[in-house]
């Protein structure tokens, strides 16, 4: 079975940081570009950040750019995102997603089901 | 930065056809992607590239993409349908979301 879990939410105080992790199985993680997707509670969908099956090309959203940094180790088929300098506003359902391509920037066709990050003091 | 525009909400009956838009810049010439996300769930694809359905979809999903805005189709609209529907694109290697459309069967 093609899965995707994320871990690594929590409670945390503004201005700290925050390691998410997402554990892929059931498919061969180094073929496929992947991604994180955030959604505030009640709110709608906001990429966040993608990288290259290779780690070549990464990117991000203007938002998170310069504060958020994204890796992934393909011997442990996983993906992570480092989140410093938090806000308020980076609280969210934070979503590990596959790309159905190894260049990315195409669909993302697996979902996980998503870590809380709270961001309060 | 780049936008995409959905209109906030939809109703259909049962059995009626349900067409949700998403209009941006020069869309047409960038591939739409749309995911369908119900209550408490995950989103899930629907239709890529426009009007591609991954396996395991409905056919009574259908998408379009010409000029500024795409276009998903549901015929037939069950009230399994009944969830929260957003396009997606990309711009300048960025990842782009529409608002989100809730679709009410009723």
């Known amino acids: 079975e093609v899965q995707l879990v994320e871990s690594g939410g929590g409670l945390v105080q503004p201005g700290r940081s925050l390691r998410l992790s997402c554990a892929a199985s059931?498919?061969?993680?180094?073929?496929?570009?992947m991604h994180w997707v955030r959604q505030a509670p009640g709110k709608g969908l906001e990429w966040v950040s993608g990288?290259?099956?290779?780690?070549?090309?990464?990117d991000y959203a203007d938002s998170v750019k310069g504060r958020f940094t994204i890796s992934r180790d393909n011997a442990k088929n996983s993906l992570y995102l480092q989140m410093n300098s938090l806000r308020p506003e980076d609280m969210a359902f934070y979503y590990c997603a596959k790309d159905i391509a190894s260049a990315g920037m195409e669909a993302f066709d697996v979902w996980g089901r998503g870590t809380l990050v709270t961001v309060s003091s | 930065s780049y936008e995409l525009t959905q209109p906030p909400s939809l109703s259909v009956s049962p059995g009626q056809t349900a067409t949700i838009t998403c209009s941006g810049d020069k869309f047409g010439n960038k591939f739409a992607y749309w995911y369908q996300q119900r209550p408490g769930q995950s989103p899930v694809l629907v239709i890529y590239q426009d009007s591609k359905r991954p396996s395991g979809i409905p056919e009574r999903f259908s998408g379009s993409n010409s000029g500024k805005t795409a276009t998903l189709t549901i015929s037939g609209t069950q009230a399994v349908d009944e969830a929260d529907y957003y396009c997606?694109?990309?711009?300048?290697?960025?990842?782009?979301f529409g608002g989100g459309t809730k679709l009410t069967v009723l």
């Open positions: 059931g498919f061969t993680f180094d073929d496929y570009a």
């Open positions: 997606q694109t990309w711009d300048s290697n960025t990842g782009v």
């Open positions: 990288i290259t099956w290779n780690s070549d090309n990464i």
